[in-house]
């Protein structure tokens, strides 16, 4: 396992494990990747400087990603599914259409879908409620 520094191009910064360099690349380059902040798939990997681990022997020693890791992973993938199965998906519109649920203009329900942060932020001011979840890619995908 190799742990890169990968950077959105929204400039949020974050860890990501990778089977080696080549299956890193090829992640990236596929859109396999997303930030866990804003949820962009445009990512790229980031200056960092390299870390060897070294055992007691001398030789390099495997490091995994921590148990916490896996679970919030695991926790984020199903709060997907979940989302996925009760939500309507509205893509790019997600602002407008959230404005028109708020002001009774289309019928309440639970909606997903992309927006950028001065949407979101357009959004808190006039009081509408929206969270953002960083967004994981299918694993089987």
């Known amino acids: 396992m190799i742990k890169y520094q990968l950077r959105c191009n929204k400039e949020h910064e ?3 494990w990778f089977a080696d360099s080549a299956a890193c690349d090829e992640q990236l380059q596929g859109g396999d990747v997303a930030c866990p902040i804003c949820g962009s798939v445009k ?3 980031a200056i ?3 870390r060897i681990g070294k055992g007691e022997s001398g ?3 495997a490091v995994s990603p921590p148990p916490e890791a896996l679970q919030l992973k695991q926790a984020l993938r199903e709060l997907r599914d979940q989302v996925e199965k009760n939500c309507d ?3 790019e519109q997600f602002a407008e259409e ?3 649920i708020h002001y009774g203009e289309a019928d309440a329900r639970g909606i997903y879908g992309e927006s950028t942060e001065k949407e979101s932020a357009e ?3 006039e009081g509408i409620e929206v969270s953002r979840i960083p967004w994981l890619p299918r694993e089987d995908a």
């Open 43 to 45: 990512v790229s990997k």
């Open 123 to 125: 959004l808190a001011d």
């Open 48 to 50: 960092m400087a390299p």
């Open 89 to 91: 998906y509205v893509g």
């Open 59 to 61: 030789k390099s020693v």
């Open 14 to 16: 974050f860890e990501g």
């Open 98 to 100: 959230a404005r028109k």
